[in-house]
C-alpha cells in the first residue's frame, strides 16, 4: 500500500504542473517554450543557490534545524532570504532577455513561465525526491539503525523519517499537497516579476522577493514545531493574498480557442495507427523484434557455454581453469550488457529520422495540412516508439528467462521482468533524446549529432558526485539485480528523473516544433 500511495503521489507531481499547462495551452495563446523557460530559471537558480547555501554554513550563519536549535530564527531567516533572493534574481534574468527580444509581451505568458519555474520544483524536489527517499528507506524496514555507520544527528533524521511507515500510506500525500502550494506560489512571484517589466515598476520585483523570502523563512521556522497537517494549514493561509491577486490579474478572455479535445485525441490516434503501420511497412517492427529476441535467446547461451568454447581453444584452454563455473548471475549480466549496448544503438538509428526524415522529403508539410495538430504528429512517433520497445522488451525478457530457467537455477519471474521494464525506461531517454534532436535538425546526420551529444551529456551526468545515482544509468545496475537471489538496492529516484528527462525532452520538441517553419 505503501509503494501504490508513493507511486501515485509521485506521479501526481510529475503530471500535475504539465496538466494545468496543458489547459493553460486551450484557452490560451501561450508557447511550450516559456514552460522551458521557467525551468530553466529555477535549474539556474540553484547553480548559485546550493553552493550559497553551503557558504553560509560554513560561516555558521545557517545553523542545525530542531526545536532546541540554537539560533533557529536566524537560520530561517537566512535560508528564506537565500531562497528568495536567488530564484528571485533568476527570474529577473530571464525576464530581462525575454522583454530585451520583445518576448513574454502578455500577462498569460507570465503565468506559463510561472508554471515552468514551479514545475519542474515539482518535479524534481517533489517526485524525484520523494521516491528516493522512500526507496532508501524502504530497504531499511527492520534494521537495526544502530548498527549503521551514522552520525548522532543523521541517526535521529533517519529514525524520524522511518516513522513514515509506522502511520498512514495517505501521508505521502501530505507532501503533493505541499507541492501543490508551492507551484502555486511560484506561478504568483513569475507574475510579479512579469509585471515588474511590463510595467517597469520594480516594486513589483520586490514584493516577490520579500514574500518569497518571508515564506520559505516561516516554512522552515514552523516545521521544527508544528504537525505536518498543521504546517501545510499555516502554507495556505500565508498564500491566501497569492491567490486573490492571481484571481483578480487572471486574463479576462482567451486569445485563441483550439480544437476540441476530443477531435485531437481522435487525430492522435490516426497519427499513431498510421505510425505503426509504418513501422511495419518498413520492416522497422521485425527488425527491433528480431534483434531482441536474438539477444535474449542468446546471452543465457553465451554465458553457458563461454568456458566451454575457451577450453576448447589451445591457446586458451590455461585459462579455462581460471573462468568460474557459470550462473544465472553471468546469464542477467550477459543479456543486459546486450540490450543496453545495442538497445541504444538501434534507439538513436531508428528516431534520428523520425522528424528530420520527414521534412527532408517533404511529407511533413503535406501530413500537417490536414487539421492535425503538431503535438499529435509528435506524440505519435514517440508513442509508436514505446509500444514497440514494451513488445520487445517483452518477448526478450521471456526468452532469457526461459532459456535461464533451462540452463541454470530459475530466476524469480516478476523481479526479471520489472528489470526489463526498467531497461525500457533507461532506452526511452534516449528515445526521447532522439526524436528531440530529429525535431531540430533538418537533416538526418544533424539529428543523429544532436541525439549522441546529448546521450554524452546522460552518461556524464551519471559520473557526477552526489547526484549521480539519480541518473537514468542507475536503472541498468538496479535491473541487473532483479530476479536473482540477491539483496535489491532499489533505486526509485533514478526512475523518476528518467520519467522526468523524457517528459522534459518531449515538452522541448513540441516547443520547437511549433514554432518551426516548415
Known amino acids: 500500500?505503501?509503494?501504490?500511495?508513493?507511486?501515485?503521489?509521485?506521479?501526481l507531481m510529475i503530471l500535475t504542473p504539465v496538466a494545468l499547462a496543458i489547459g493553460l495551452r486551450r484557452h490560451f495563446q501561450?508557447?511550450?517554450?516559456?514552460?522551458?523557460?521557467?525551468?530553466?530559471?529555477?535549474?539556474?537558480?540553484?547553480?548559485?543557490?546550493?553552493?550559497?547555501?553551503?557558504w553560509l554554513a560554513d560561516?555558521?550563519?545557517?545553523?542545525?534545524?530542531?526545536?532546541?536549535?540554537?539560533?533557529?530564527?536566524?537560520?530561517?531567516?537566512?535560508?528564506?532570504?537565500?531562497?528568495?533572493?536567488?530564484?528571485?534574481v533568476a527570474r529577473a534574468l530571464g525576464y530581462g532577455l525575454l522583454?530585451?527580444?520583445?518576448?513574454?509581451?502578455?500577462?498569460?505568458?507570465?503565468?506559463?513561465?510561472?508554471?515552468?519555474?514551479?514545475g519542474i520544483e515539482a518535479m524534481l524536489l517533489g517526485g524525484v525526491l520523494t521516491a528516493a527517499?522512500?526507496?532508501?528507506?524502504?530497504?531499511?524496514?527492520g534494521v537495526d539503525l544502530t548498527t549503521?555507520?551514522?552520525?548522532?544527528?543523521?541517526?535521529?533524521?533517519?529514525?524520524?523519517?522511518?516513522?513514515?511507515?509506522?502511520?498512514?500510506?495517505?501521508?505521502?500525500?501530505?507532501?503533493?499537497?505541499?507541492?501543490l502550494i508551492a507551484l502555486t506560489l511560484h506561478i504568483f512571484l513569475s507574475l510579479l516579476v512579469w509585471r515588474a517589466f511590463a510595467e517597469r515598476q520594480p516594486l513589483y520585483f520586490v514584493a516577490a522577493l520579500v514574500y518569497h523570502s518571508f515564506f520559505d523563512a516561516t516554512a522552515v521556522y514552523a516545521a521544527q514545531f508544528l504537525e505536518v497537517w498543521q504546517v501545510e494549514l499555516l502554507f495556505v493561509l500565508l498564500l491566501m493574498p497569492a491567490v486573490y491577486l492571481l484571481w483578480r490579474w487572471w486574463p479576462e478572455r482567451p486569445w485563441r480557442l483550439l480544437q476540441p479535445l476530443r477531435t485531437e485525441l481522435i487525430l492522435f490516434g490516426l497519427a499513431l495507427r498510421k505510425e505503426l503501420q509504418q513501422q511495419w511497412r518498413t520492416k522497422r517492427l521485425i527488425v527491433v523484434l528480431a534483434v531482441f529476441l536474438l539477444f535474449g535467446l542468446a546471452s543465457p547461451l553465451i554465458a553457458y557455454f563461454t568456458p566451454q568454447l575457451l577450453s576448447s581453444i589451445e591457446e586458451a584452454a590455461l585459462f579455462?581453469?581460471?573462468?568460474?563455473?557459470?550462473?544465472?548471475?553471468?546469464?542477467?549480466?550477459?543479456?543486459?550488457?546486450?540490450?543496453?549496448?545495442f538497445g541504444f544503438i538501434l534507439a538513436v538509428l531508428l528516431g534520428m529520422g523520425a522528424v528530420a526524415g520527414e521534412k527532408e522529403r517533404g511529407l511533413t508539410p503535406m501530413i500537417l495540412s490536414?487539421?492535425?495538430?503538431?503535438?499529435?504528429?509528435?506524440?505519435?512517433?514517440?508513442?509508436?516508439?514505446?509500444?514497440?520497445?514494451?513488445?520487445?522488451?517483452?518477448?526478450?525478457?521471456?526468452?532469457?528467462?526461459?532459456?535461464?530457467?533451462?540452463?541454470?537455477?530459475?530466476?524469480?519471474?516478476?523481479?526479471?521482468m520489472l528489470g526489463n521494464y526498467l531497461l525500457m525506461t533507461w532506452l526511452l531517454t534516449f528515445a526521447a533524446v532522439t526524436l528531440l534532436g530529429s525535431t531540430i535538425a533538418s537533416t538526418t546526420g544533424a539529428a543523429a549529432g544532436i541525439a549522441l551529444g546529448g546521450a554524452v551529456l546522460i552518461w556524464l551526468g551519471g559520473s557526477l558526485p552526489d547526484y549521480g545515482s539519480l541518473f537514468p544509468a542507475a536503472l541498468v545496475g538496479w535491473a541487473s539485480q532483479l530476479g536473482l537471489e540477491t539483496a535489491v538496492t532499489p533505486n526509485a529516484g533514478a526512475a523518476t528523473f528518467s520519467i522526468v528527462l523524457i517528459l522534459l525532452c518531449l515538452i522541448a520538441a513540441v516547443a520547437v516544433f511549433e514554432v518551426a517553419e516548415l
Open 59 to 88: 560561516l555558521n550563519w545557517i545553523g542545525p534545524l530542531g526545536p532546541d536549535a540554537p539560533h533557529l530564527l536566524r537560520t530561517a531567516v537566512v535560508l528564506g532570504l537565500s531562497a528568495g533572493i536567488c530564484e528571485s
Open 148 to 179: 549503521l555507520d551514522l552520525l548522532p544527528e543523521q541517526l535521529t533524521a533517519v529514525q524520524q523519517q522511518m516513522t513514515f511507515f509506522d502511520g498512514s500510506p495517505l501521508v505521502v500525500f501530505w507532501a503533493f499537497g505541499e507541492r
Open 320 to 341: 579455462a581453469d581460471l573462468i568460474p563455473e557459470p550462473s544465472n548471475r553471468d546469464a542477467v549480466a550477459q543479456y543486459v550488457g546486450n540490450i543496453t549496448q
Open 30 to 54: 501561450v508557447h511550450w517554450w516559456l514552460f522551458l523557460v521557467g525551468a530553466a530559471t529555477f535549474v539556474g537558480s540553484q547553480l548559485y543557490h546550493l553552493p550559497l547555501n553551503n
Open 133 to 141: 527517499t522512500v526507496s532508501s528507506l524502504w530497504v531499511m524496514r
Open 370 to 416: 490536414k487539421p492535425m495538430p503538431r503535438w499529435a504528429f509528435l506524440m505519435s512517433k514517440f508513442a509508436a516508439q514505446t509500444l514497440v520497445y514494451l513488445l520487445a522488451f517483452t518477448l526478450s525478457g521471456l526468452a532469457a528467462y526461459y532459456y535461464t530457467y533451462l540452463l541454470f537455477d530459475p530466476l524469480a519471474f516478476g523481479p526479471f
Open 1 to 11: 500500500m505503501y509503494i501504490l500511495a508513493t507511486n501515485l503521489a509521485v506521479l
Open 99 to 118: 522583454f530585451h527580444f520583445g518576448q513574454a509581451q502578455k500577462r498569460v505568458d507570465g503565468l506559463m513561465i510561472g508554471l515552468g519555474h514551479g
